[in-house]
């Protein structure tokens, strides 16, 4: 049977991503601030970011898959859904869920630097630096993570998980 052990609580991410919509207002000012979402994964965690950003926001969302049902990335990255405007001029964040090898970031960032944005930053809520295999820039991150795998909080396994408010580990 899977067991779930909480990580990181509601409050503690909440708290986090207050923190992180702030310095993002003081870095960024005025806006607005382009936030492109990295479908589904990061769709909680940007939902409450852009509630935590003072300055004018606008979403939008691109479709990224390196995983398939499976635990361990498969190096290849495919996108599913691409944006719906240019962000050409733009000053633009992208929001991860969790930066694991950064093989889907490196990928996603090279793609949307071709579109001549202003600025292009990262924000992630989850950070697993011990699995780097790129080295991709991410300028806000929620919480620097082991090397667990996490669900919850927009993450999941297998499409389950998802809602879950909390971070936990999930074992097998
Ligand atoms: P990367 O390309 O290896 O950095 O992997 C990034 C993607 O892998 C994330 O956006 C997640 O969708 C997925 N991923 C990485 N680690 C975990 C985890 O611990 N739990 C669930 N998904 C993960
Ligand atoms: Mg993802």
Do not use: W
């Not at 990181?8 to 991410?13: L, W």
């Not at 003081?26 to 990295?38: A, K, Q, S, V, W």
């Not at 994964?41 to 003072?54: E, N, T, V």
């Not at 405007?85 to 969790?98: A, K």
Request: charged content about 25%.
């Amino acid at each position: 049977m899977p067991t779930l052990r909480v990580l990181i609580t509601e409050a503690q991410i909440q708290e986090r991503v207050k923190a992180l919509g702030a310095q993002i207002d003081r870095d960024c000012g005025p806006g607005p601030i382009y936030l492109i979402g990295t479908l589904k994964g990061s769709c909680f965690f940007l939902a409450d970011l852009a509630r935590a950003i003072d300055c004018p926001v606008r979403i939008d969302f691109i479709g990224a898959a390196s995983y398939g049902n499976r635990t361990e990335t498969s190096g290849q990255v495919k996108i599913t859904k691409d944006l719906d405007s240019s962000i050409e001029g733009c000053d633009v964040i992208l929001v991860e869920d969790i930066v694991d090898t950064g093989t889907t970031l490196e990928y996603l960032l090279e793609m949307l630097a071709l579109r001549k944005p202003k600025t292009l930053r990262v924000a992630a809520i989850l950070d697993k630096p011990s699995r780097r295999k790129h080295d991709v820039p991410v300028e806000y991150v929620g919480f620097s993570v082991p090397d667990e795998f996490l669900v919850g909080y927009g993450l999941d396994y297998a499409q389950d998980y998802r809602q879950l408010r909390d971070v936990c580990v999930l074992s097998q």
